[in-house]
């Protein structure tokens, strides 16, 4: 963190409300990083909070243009365009302070928001390959950034890594996000169509037998990107490895929703967090000896 001298503590502050939104908001991604080094993170903490401030926009509007206002706001103070307020916003003013000592790029941070935007309109992904993209910027960037964080370098390699992991990760949230009010989901049109079934099918939350096939799509897709990121685990930087502990829950959760009975409309996707807890050790293990 840089040192702003009488501006301190407060920027401290600032730092310790971000991880106070992360544990939270994604109590994983905080017992995740409990395996970074200390130092590093207050930055990922706030990298984090960020990520959750965008992805809750959705949550917290009811009409698309009050959404796109806020994206806005986040995107003129990344750009430095905002008003005076951004340093009076916990979470802005750690961003941008890690931002600047880590020396993020910026155009990834609104490449972001912009890949946002999607949630706040009721359009349906039209293909996997969207989809694919969809998770590229929403999940698989911020591990990019996050890696950056941990290794202090721009290019800390594992581009294709990241990717996998990415498109993994994203199923685990739209299986988690099947029974959350106002939590886009998005499955592809073209997976849809090839069982017959509309987007509309989704929304109506109730599990047929096609719908059923469909998450099971889903849940090979995923598998298949976690068999790649095997493939590229070599390429990602040993300092990287906190990013990617939170991707060993996915294949733990695609168990559970394909237990017998399981409806994902009606029950989230969970396990006993002394469970989650305890794969994310095992991972730290395994990935950083």
């Known amino acids: 963190m840089s040192d702003h001298g009488a501006g301190a503590a407060s920027l401290a502050d600032h730092y310790r409300h971000?991880?106070?939104h992360v544990r939270?908001?994604?109590?994983?991604?905080?017992?995740?990083?409990?395996?970074?080094?200390?130092?590093?993170?207050?930055?990922?903490?706030?990298?984090?909070?960020?990520?959750l401030e965008i992805e809750y926009v959705r949550r917290r509007v009811k009409e698309p243009l009050a959404g796109e206002l806020r994206l806005q706001?986040?995107?003129?103070?990344?750009?430095?365009e905002a008003r005076g307020d951004v340093a009076s916003h916990p979470v802005a003013a750690a961003l941008l302070d890690t931002v600047q000592t880590f020396r993020l790029?910026?155009?990834?941070l609104t490449d972001i928001i912009e890949a946002h935007r999607f949630d706040l309109y009721d359009d349906p992904m039209p293909t996997l390959h969207d989809w694919e993209s969809y998770c590229e910027q929403t999940e698989a960037a911020p591990l990019r950034l996050n890696s950056m964080i941990l290794t202090g370098k721009t290019e800390p390699g594992g581009i294709a890594a990241a990717s996998h992991a990415g498109a993994a990760l994203g199923v685990m949230r739209q299986l988690d996000g099947l029974w959350r009010e106002r939590t886009p989901v998005y499955v592809p049109a073209?997976?849809?169509a090839r069982?017959?079934?509309t987007p509309g099918d989704i929304e109506a939350a109730k599990l047929t037998p096609p719908i059923a096939e469909v998450l099971a799509d889903m849940r090979g897709i995923a598998r298949l990107h976690l068999d790649a990121l095997k493939q590229q685990?070599?390429?990602?930087?040993?300092?990287?490895?906190p990013a990617y502990l939170k991707v060993s829950l996915v294949e733990p959760t695609l168990r559970v929703s394909e237990r017998k009975g399981f409806d994902p409309f009606a029950m989230p996707v969970v396990m006993p967090r002394w469970r989650r807890q305890w794969i994310i050790w095992r991972a730290s293990r395994r990935t950083m000896g």
């Open 195 to 197: 069982h017959k079934l």
């Open 73 to 80: 706001w986040w995107q003129d103070a990344i750009e430095g």
């Open 24 to 51: 939270a908001g994604d109590h994983d991604f905080w017992l995740a990083m409990l395996f970074a080094p200390a130092e590093k993170r207050p930055s990922l903490h706030a990298l984090r909070a960020f990520l």
């Open 190 to 192: 073209d997976i849809l």
């Open 105 to 108: 790029p910026r155009d990834v």
């Open 233 to 241: 685990a070599a390429t990602v930087e040993p300092g990287a490895g």
């Open 18 to 20: 971000c991880e106070s």
